[in-house]
């Protein structure tokens, strides 16, 4: 069993930036490739990006391109998701969860899943 915890969420001003680190507990955890979603209020659930095991590939969300940052830590067991400019529609309760490939993420959304967190919330206010 994956557990994955998210942390870095806060409140940020417009046009600010925050790291979100996604820690896994399992060994071997390196095997899993990991996507990023977000939720927000009155809104469905959606992909933001995907990282492969190896962190040779990566996608994003048209909305996120050129801001969000996927990368990954192995020795560590943590993805980070280094979010810059962000804008009051990146408000959103922020998960990350396991696969066992970006193409599982990419072709099957959250119902490719396989281990999620709990999320951490990500609110873009002045």
Do not use: H
Not at 2 to 10: A, I, S, W
Not at 55 to 63: C, F, P, R, V
């Amino acid at each position: 069993q994956l557990q994955l915890v998210e942390t870095g969420g806060g409140l940020v001003q417009p046009g600010g930036s925050l790291r979100l680190s996604c820690a896994s507990s399992a060994i071997a955890s390196d095997y899993y490739a990991i996507g990023w979603f977000r939720q927000a209020p009155g809104k469905e659930r959606e992909g933001v990006s995907c990282i492969s095991s190896s962190g040779g590939i990566t996608n994003y969300a048209e909305s996120v391109k050129g801001r969000f940052t996927i990368s990954r830590d192995n020795a560590k067991n943590t993805v980070y998701l280094q979010m810059n400019s962000l804008k009051p529609e990146d408000t959103a309760v922020y998960y990350c969860a396991a696969t066992g490939s970006c193409w599982r993420y990419s072709d099957r959304g959250e119902d490719g899943m396989d281990y999620w967190g709990k999320g951490t919330l990500v609110t873009v206010s002045s």
